[in-house]
């Protein structure tokens, strides 16, 4: 059975940084994408970033330059470098990784950021 861990989360000032770790244990099928996505409140659920299993990368406009994801195969953790933090990106942080039969997410990790 897949378990995924989040870690990393927490409350920063404005222009802060916070790095966000997700390990996952057990077997992904053909593990071929790892992303992060965010959720706050009274907004949908909205893709952060994401690198596929040969290393593209992907961001949110929101967040290009600010964020970095990168991802360790050795450890099956995602990462996702978050710098120059605002307010608007306070958020639950969840960790999402997709083999060819099915997703599987993470319970989310709180950031706050307070200006």
């Known amino acids: 059975q897949v378990q995924l861990v989040e870690s990393g989360g927490g409350f920063v000032q404005a222009g802060g940084s916070l790095r966000l770790s997700c390990a996952y244990s057990?077997?992904?099928?053909?593990?071929?994408?790892m992303g992060w996505h965010r959720q706050a409140p009274g907004k949908q659920r909205e893709l952060v970033a994401s690198i596929t299993s040969g290393g593209i990368t992907n961001y949110a406009d929101s967040v290009k330059g600010r964020f970095t994801i990168s991802g360790d195969n050795a450890k099956n953790t995602v990462y996702l470098q978050m710098n120059s933090l605002k307010p608007e990106d306070t958020a639950v942080y969840y960790c999402?990784?997709?083999?060819?039969?099915?997703?599987?997410w993470g319970r989310g990790t709180q950031v706050t950021v307070s200006s």
């Open positions: 057990g077997s992904i099928f053909r593990l071929n994408y």
């Open positions: 999402k990784f997709t083999g060819s039969l099915r997703n599987y």
